[in-house]
């Protein structure tokens, strides 16, 4: 019997079940994540995607979000690797709060930013959501989102 996964890293579903921006707010997540290496390529995905000026905002956007949620989470968000095609619980919820803000559903991005950093700083990550959110739905219109060639961290579920 193998051990069971952390809270918030049971399997969900798999990327392929997402939609392009959630798919993408996932694996940013795990870019971002990964440390320098990662953030370096998560920020050359947006400047090709955005061009220099969006691009650096965009990537201003997901360091300020995920910093949030690592400074003021609720407790640490599980996240599988890089290569892993599987989705977690905490990834999905990071998913559908980046989706609704994008789209413009506030109560439901806050709801489920509560879920994931303090309350008092829930309105902050919901509005850093919508950002993001926007930057994702700009390149998933312009490029398929990216697939990268990154080895699994030894910190990460699978």
Same mark, same amino acid.
């Given at each position: 019997?193998?051990?069971?996964?952390?809270?918030?890293?049971?399997?969900?579903?798999? $990327?392929?079940?997402?939609?392009?921006?959630?798919? &993408?707010?996932?694996?940013?997540?795990?870019?971002?994540?990964? &440390?320098?290496?990662?953030?370096?390529?998560? !920020?050359?995905? /947006?400047?090709?995607? $955005?061009? !220099?000026?969006?691009?650096? !905002?965009?990537?201003?956007?997901?360091?300020? $979000?995920?910093?949030?949620?690592?400074?003021?989470?609720?407790?640490?968000?599980?996240?599988?690797?890089?290569?892993?095609?599987?989705?977690?619980?905490?990834?999905?919820? /990071?998913?559908?709060?980046?989706?609704? !803000?994008?789209? &413009?559903?506030?109560?439901?991005?806050?709801?489920?930013?509560?879920?994931?950093?303090? @309350?008092?700083?829930? @309105?902050?990550?919901?509005?850093?959501?919508?950002?993001?959110? /926007?930057?994702?739905?700009?390149?998933?219109?312009?490029?398929?989102? @990216?697939?990268?060639?990154?080895?699994?961290?030894?910190?990460?579920?699978?």
């Amino acid at each position: 019997m193998s051990a069971p996964s952390p809270r918030g890293g049971a399997a969900v579903g798999r $990327l392929s079940d997402l939609s392009p921006v959630e798919a &993408g707010a996932v694996m940013y997540l795990r870019l971002w994540s990964e &440390g320098a290496g990662g953030r370096a390529d998560a !920020a050359s995905d /947006f400047d090709i995607a $955005l061009g !220099a000026d969006h691009g650096r !905002a965009a990537t201003l956007t997901l360091d300020r $979000l995920c910093s949030l949620c690592a400074h003021h989470g609720r407790r640490p968000l599980v996240r599988h690797g890089l290569e892993c095609a599987c989705l977690g619980a905490d990834e999905n919820c /990071f998913a559908q709060m980046i989706a609704a !803000a994008s789209e &413009g559903a506030r109560e439901d991005a806050m709801m489920m930013a509560s879920l994931i950093v303090r @309350p008092d700083f829930a @309105p902050a990550l919901a509005s850093l959501s919508e950002e993001l959110g /926007f930057a994702l739905r700009r390149m998933t219109a312009a490029v398929p989102m @990216p697939t990268t060639g990154h080895k699994t961290p030894s910190a990460v579920l699978h």
